[in-house]
């Protein structure tokens, strides 16, 4: 598990990397209803601009009530930061078509970070630099970790959609709230999947340094313990192609299942390389590579068998029965945490209605105390953040499509 001096160190940095850049520079409707049109527009991230600092400031009486949206929107993970956008936008419609929160229509304004840290930075300072009542965002933990002193120091409430690295509600800050459930819940699910259901007794684990990466190799090394012996702990670097090296060291180690916590890009690639090298291993990623891609990258035939720990997403909600035919008319069909953003923009327009206005300290507080019902099930959040009753799932890859073979019942 990750030290907490570590972590105090992580944090650190992060602090001082934004102050850095800082220096530098009427109600809403049930989350069932059906959608409007979409007419959201998409800003990129054009530099740092200084936030405004103050833990109470108000959007304008009249006119749009702006919320902020920081996605991967270039990059490697920009699919899944499009399907995120895609459901807020989706809700949003569907909110202003029923005459919209205390009587105003609400407004996306995106923001690019590409799932890089630095790049995290300069948007989420752009974004509070705007007239933005709360802000939705985080999908690399990495990325959205050193942000979380910038949204803290300007008072606003956070909806976390995807990002899940443990270490995010452990900095203390009141703003900041995760839809999905923890890398804790993941690692446990990994780990029991693998002992359980596998039978494993040699397991590799591969990570990318990121924070969150690493942070769930640890974990799911600690849920191992005494039940399988961890025979490789070993980094790539992201970007990579060509991960022969390590996996040729690996493959002298005789591991029955491996377990790749990093991103698809990486995944697919150590899939297809692993199967060329001959290990015959079980497979298993992390919800990072969560996505049709994989396979893509992988090829069909090396990722058939391949198993995946995520979040439930659409694949094991009963209320995204009806959910899923309007997204996949709207933009196609459904990303892992396509449902976890549209949630998280219901989150936010009730927490307004419930404030019963846009001052940014009243629309946080109501955000770490909402308890409404969602597509992806009942949404209310603990006093540090977390989500309550997060669980993860597993999925297996069958003739090149995702199948759901362990769920976790509410």
Not at 343 to 350: G, K, N, R, S
Request: hydrophobic share 40%.
């Amino acid at each position: 598990m990750v030290t907490s001096r570590n972590l105090r160190r992580f944090a650190s940095l992060c602090l001082a990397l934004s102050l850095v850049v800082l220096a530098g520079c009427s109600s809403a409707p049930p989350a069932q209803q059906s959608s409007g049109q979409s007419g959201g527009t998409q800003s990129q991230s054009g530099g740092t601009q200084t936030q405004s600092g103050s833990s109470s400031a108000p959007a304008a009486s009249e006119g749009d009530i702006l919320i902020g949206a920081v996605l991967p929107i270039t990059g490697g993970s920009a699919k899944m930061g499009q399907d995120m956008q895609n459901s807020i936008q989706m809700a949003f419609d569907e909110i202003n078509a029923q005459g919209g929160v205390l009587g105003r229509k609400l407004k996306l304004e995106v923001q690019d970070d590409a799932c890089d840290p630095q790049s995290a930075v300069a948007a989420a300072n752009k974004i509070v630099s705007m007239n933005v009542v709360a802000v939705i965002s985080g999908y690399c933990s990495g990325a959205f970790l050193p942000t979380e002193p910038i949204y803290h120091n300007a008072g606003i409430g956070v909806v976390v959609p995807a990002a899940n690295a443990v270490s995010l509600t452990e900095q203390g800050y009141e703003e900041i709230n995760l839809i999905n459930a923890t890398n804790r819940d993941q690692a446990r699910t990994a780990a029991d999947y693998i002992v359980n259901q596998w039978n494993a007794q040699k397991v590799a684990l591969i990570h990318d340094n990121s924070a969150f990466a690493l942070e769930l190799a640890e974990l799911t090394r600690e849920f191992l313990q005494g039940r399988a012996e961890v025979v490789a702990f070993e980094a790539i670097t992201p970007g990579e192609k060509d991960f022969s090296a390590v996996l040729t060291s690996l493959k002298g180690k005789g591991p029955d299942a491996i377990y790749f916590t990093g991103y698809y890009a990486e995944g697919g690639l150590i899939i297809n390389q692993a199967r060329g090298l001959g290990i015959t291993a079980r497979i298993m990623v992390g919800d990072g590579a969560n996505d049709p891609t994989l396979v893509e990258i992988a090829g069909a035939e090396n990722a058939e068998g391949v198993a995946i720990t995520t979040s439930p997403g659409a694949f094991d909600f009963t209320g995204s029965n009806e959910w899923v035919p309007r997204y996949r008319e709207k933009y196609g069909e459904p990303g892992p945490y396509s449902v976890h953003a549209y949630d998280a923009a219901y989150v936010v327009a009730e927490a307004i209605k419930q404030a019963g206005t846009t001052d940014r300290a009243a629309v946080a507080k109501a955000i770490r105390g909402i308890n409404i019902e969602g597509i992806s099930g009942p949404i209310s959040f603990t006093e540090t953040g977390n989500r309550k009753d997060g669980y993860f799932i597993v999925l297996e890859v069958k003739d090149g499509e995702f199948t759901v073979v362990q769920r976790a019942p509410r």
